[in-house]
């Protein structure tokens, strides 16, 4: 074999190995908007739907059927922020609108960005619990030592079936820029972007 053949031959390798690592890269990149989307769809993994005030129809209840909705607030290890609801529970009426809020503190000396991922449980209710204001459709930037209420406007479907009488609504508020609190603790002045 000559020396041009096998040069050849190696260019290629290396065009086929980079391109390779690129798709991989950008399949990678796309997994995670590709999986909530599936999941906003199928209402697998607990994710909830988000409607327009304007599309829901306040007169499409039964009176007398209420739910318990619960509600639950925590925050990664890596974001250092107070949060919970307002409120532990609610009793709704399929097909009304409601509002809550959760309180957000945070604690570290710095702005810190974080994103709140909702969940709500049974995972098939999810299905039937559907959003009109909510902080988890944006990042949150919160100044050193600010505090915030945060409403949830929401409504539970009329067609929830009947043997759901209880359900939770979850969000976990992650770090999406700013300081960690080993960071906080230890001092650094540099941010961690979480990204």
Known sequence: MSQRHVDKKA????????????????FAFALVPLYNVFCEITGINGKTG?????????????????????FDGTVNSALPWQFHPRQVSMEVVPGKL????????NLADRPVVGQAVPSVAPGEASLYFN??????FTEQTLQPHEEVWMPVTFRVSPDLPEDVHVMTLSY????KGG?????????????ATGR
């Open 50 to 70: 988000r409607v327009s005030a304007s599309e829901v129809n306040q007169r499409d209840f039964d009176p007398n059927r209420t739910v318990v909705v619960q």
């Open 131 to 136: 959003k009109t204001e909510c902080f988890c």
């Open 11 to 26: 260019r290629k390798t290396i065009g086929v190995t980079l391109g390779v690592t690129v798709l991989m890269f950008g």
């Open 98 to 105: 409601y509002t809550t809020e959760f309180f957000a503190k």
């Open 172 to 175: 976990t508020f992650f770090n």
């Open 179 to 191: 300081l960690t609190p080993a960071q906080e603790k230890a001092g650094q002045g540099s941010h």
